[in-house]
């Protein structure tokens, strides 16, 4: 997502928008930890910047890793021929965060000495804009920077991709498909895909589709689980964990729902003062505004120092999770339940 984050960053819809209007920028920086997003981009601007005019003869890839001191000529020369029988060429080269600082040292002639008749195509991963090479393509081209996204962005990102895929995505079946998926766009990207197959010709992805896709029981009781987590209910607590690991739920997803669920009551404390509009307030804590009143509920019940506590109860269940066995789970678990909702714990537990 190459959305600002504090301060105005150049974004790629800008860029989209530029290069649609017939703009033929002479370098073009795609950069950052963001794969898909970055590479949605890429494919769009090759299309689109690919000589109607003899493309066999008029575009050329290369890739960082190849890209020794001894095949840098072979770039430059590419770079600098005339295109044939078109008005421009388009050189790519891919990965260049593996660039060696020699070759990129040697490919400042580029930069240099630009050629009207080229466009330069940089895409990949996170570059070091203190080397003269990629801070020339942006000063003298156009660079865009593809961040992962923030947890709260993640629903409205949901509602963009559906709505240019011609779906309407229900805003509490977009946070439904971010807990279950997580942060990763290329798999949203994915899920939204085969929901559009059970959404039929209404076109619309409603919260029980997403059930049915993705197994809603289960995911269901985890999240009954964090609400009752987040109201101290230690004895339904424990009764959900039972039965989530009766029907064979992983152990360390349950852990980083509920740790998701306190970070959103963490933040959600840290709006109450500022008293925002109720839709400011969800959209701010990435949450749909049919499911605000309730963490708003448990955030004023629970002090900072409890949100705090809670969460260092969860960091600590996640560590021993990654270095206990399987057969520990449920002993982690019941005891995270005792430690959040204030339960003594169990005799023989201990």
């Known amino acids: ?20 209007r017939g703009e033929r920028p002479l ?15 890429c494919r769009w601007l090759v299309e689109q910047l690919t000589p109607a005019q003899a493309p066999e003869f008029n575009v050329d890839a290369f890739r960082g890793e190849e890209m020794t001191l001894d095949a ?27 660039l060696s600082a020699e070759a990129c040292k040697a490919l400042e002639l580029l930069t240099d000495r630009p050629a009207d008749s080229t466009v330069l195509l940089v895409a ?23 961040r992962p996204p ?19 995505i229900d805003a509490d079946a977009a946070d439904l498909l971010h807990a279950c998926v997580g942060n990763h766009l290329r798999e949203l990207a994915g899920e939204l895909a085969k929901l559009s197959l059970l959404a039929g010709e209404t076109r619309r992805i409603t919260r029980r589709t997403v059930e049915v896709a993705t197994g809603g029981a289960r995911l269901a009781g985890i999240f009954q689980l964090t609400d009752a987590l987040g109201r101290r209910d230690g004895r339904r607590a424990l009764a959900l ?9 992983e152990a360390p997803r349950v852990v980083a ?24 307030m969800a959209k701010s804590l990435g949450v749909s505004l049919h499911f605000l009143p309730g963490y708003l509920e448990q955030a004023r019940a629970l002090t900072a120092a409890a949100v ?43």
């Not at 669920?261 to 400011?280: N, S, V």
């Open 150 to 168: 923030y947890d709260n962005q993640i629903s409205a990102w949901l509602v963009r991709c559906a709505r240019q895929q011609g779906l309407a």
């Open 72 to 98: 840098v000529p072979a770039l430059v020369g590419v770079y600098c021929s005339y295109p044939v029988l078109a008005p421009h060429r388009l050189v790519i080269l891919r990965d260049p965060e593996r």
């Open 308 to 350: 705090l506590a809670c969460l260092g109860a969860l960091l600590e269940a996640d560590s021993r999770l990654k270095s206990l066995g399987r057969r520990q789970e449920p002993l982690v678990l019941e005891l995270l339940v005792a430690r959040v909702a204030g339960m003594p714990v169990a005799a023989g537990r201990s």
């Open 257 to 280: 729902m509920a740790l998701r669920h306190f970070q959103l009551l963490g933040r959600a404390q840290a709006l109450l003062p500022l008293r925002p509009a109720p839709e400011q």
């Open 124 to 146: 990949g991963g996170k570059v070091d804009l203190r080397r003269r090479f990629f801070r020339d393509l942006a000063a003298k081209g156009r660079a865009v920077e593809f």
């Open 1 to 20: 997502m190459n959305r600002a984050r504090g301060g105005d960053r150049p974004t790629f819809e800008q860029l989209q928008a530029d290069v649609a």
């Open 27 to 41: 370098f073009v920086l795609l950069h950052g930890d963001e794969e898909y997003e970055r590479d949605v981009a």
């Open 241 to 249: 964990v039972r039965q989530l690991l009766a029907q064979g739920e």
